[in-house]
């Protein structure tokens, strides 16, 4: 049996404990009471840099690849037989209009113009004695020493004779001419080939003639691509309306660039459009034509192709570093008054002036965010920063750069 004073303070401290304890309950109930009553904090805005879609003049570049084509291109052959006695050219070399390529050997084509010289002689020589003799024949005529019929004979052999000289004359001319093919010269200026006929063989003329050579022209020169449709059209439409004159492809600007000349296009124009779609492709074939003074462009050679338009047109052009892609879609962040981030599908265009165009999905005057893209999602808030659309470095960035991405 527990004595009396100590059952006293075990009850005691009993009581204590348990005031304790509803105290401490009702404390974290009050607590709790409180926080369900006070709303969470709202996270802070996420800082962004924004800028101002705008409107500019532009002129909207499609992009292709094509292939280098000479204007000209000549086969050299032989229009006359012959050994072939010295060639006068570099392999792969420049050469000018008229400048001696091949040489076949002269000497019977020599032989034969000096014939042709003596034949004429001969001939003239007759001509001389027929008209002497017809001259006579017709002041005998008026003192009746001559017939008609001598006259008449006289005069035949003076038209015979002439024929023969124009005869003699002709063929010294062709005499002429064949001694000058022995001669090969450049028909045009441009840039020779490999040669497909050594010194000492024998080559035949006409169409059995041997190839001796190829010559391209090298300034200007085309470059043959395959337009798609609708970038074509949408070039042609900015040529103006000109009723009874042809189109001025000059107009349309296209730019070239090389696997050496990235950064500084080559300006030209558009030289040539086909006459037809094709169905099956649905694209058209056309030319553009560049100089070359240099003779660096060489036909066959790889470019890529940037085609104009005639005249400039409004367009909204935005950052690429504003653009984000979802699967198969782009979109931008529209930040608002009350400094929401508003997601927005775009369609975008070409790239002009180190910006890219946006077809539909914006208006101009919006504000969009530029930079801080991947730090936001839908409905975010933000603390927007004013900047440029562009800066002045990524105006010089080239274009392809800006497609590549």
Known sequence: MIPGTIRHALLGVAITAGVSLAALTAAVHGSNTAQSDTAPAAPPATPVSVA?????????WAEFSGR???IERVEIRSRVSGVVEQVHFAQGALVKQGDLL??????PYQAEFERAQAQLLAAEARVALAAGEHERGQKLMSTQNVSQRDLDTRLNALRE?????????????SARLNLDYTQIRAPIGGRIGRLE????????????????TTLVSVDPVYAGFNADEASLLKALATLPAEPGKPRDLKRIPVQMTTATN??????????FVDNGIDAATGTVRVRAIFDN???????????RLRMGQAKSEPALVINERAVGTDQNKKFVFVVGKDHKAVWREVTLGTAAEGLRIVTSGLEAGEQIVVNGLQ????????????VPMAERSELKKPTTELAQR
């Open 102 to 107: 091949v040489s076949i050997d002269q000497a």
């Open 68 to 70: 280098l084509e000479a």
């Open 262 to 271: 990235e950064a500084a296009p080559i300006a030209g124009h558009l030289n």
């Open 375 to 386: 730090r936001i999602r839908p409905g975010a808030s933000v603390a927007p920063e004013q």
């Open 197 to 212: 006929v050594t010194v000492g063989n024998l080559v035949a003329a006409g169409a059995n003639a041997p190839l001796l």
């Open 161 to 173: 004779a002439q024929a023969n000289e124009r005869a003699a004359r002709a063929a010294l001319q």
């Open 293 to 303: 003074k240099d003779g660096a462009l060489m036909p066959g050679q790889f470019v």
């Open 52 to 60: 101002t879609v705008e409107q500019r003049e532009l002129v909207s």
